[in-house]
């Protein structure tokens, strides 16, 4: 059942990539990143910054806002399930992020053709403020699912 068919919409292929790369994502679950909404190259992902995630400014480090940002562009590319990585990805940091601040990344596809695809990712907070904006570039693998079998929920 890992296979796209034609019992299954590419909204619940989407929902099923979610499930199976959540299950397997040490890293967001480590963050507390949770992912709220997801669909056909796109996806919603939030993350309250916590103390542990504050520089020496008393800011949330940039390095913690791109791993949301990157996250957010993984969940977006991969909604396919085909094995998607990224080959490339810059971001502009815009404002900081604050103890106890919910940040959004909002993660929507560009372009997709052939084996690559371009994602742009926005971070805002909870004031919808924007904070950051990221553009990623990714690779498919084709033939390759995202979620294999023995991690599909």
């Given at each position: 059942m890992n296979e796209p068919s034609a019992d299954r919409t590419p909204q619940q292929i989407a929902e099923h990539v979610r499930d199976g790369m959540q299950s397997r994502d040490r890293a967001a679950r480590a963050l507390g990143i949770e992912v709220v909404d997801i669909a056909p190259g796109c996806a919603t992902l939030t993350l309250t910054v916590r103390d542990d995630m504050l520089n020496g400014h008393d800011l949330c480090h940039g390095g913690v806002i791109a791993t949301l940002a990157d996250t957010c562009f993984a969940y977006a590319c991969n909604s396919y399930d085909e094995l998607t990585v990224a080959s490339g990805f810059g971001i502009d940091l815009m404002a900081p992020a604050r103890l106890a601040d919910v940040l959004t990344a909002r993660g929507v596809e560009v372009a997709k053709g052939g084996r690559t695809g371009l994602y742009d990712v926005t971070v805002s907070n909870q004031r919808d403020e924007r904070i950051a904006v990221f553009r990623g570039r990714s690779y498919?693998?084709?033939?390759?699912?995202?979620?294999?079998?023995?991690?599909?929920?």
């Open positions: 498919t693998m084709k033939g390759r699912p995202a979620v294999p079998p023995e991690r599909a929920s």
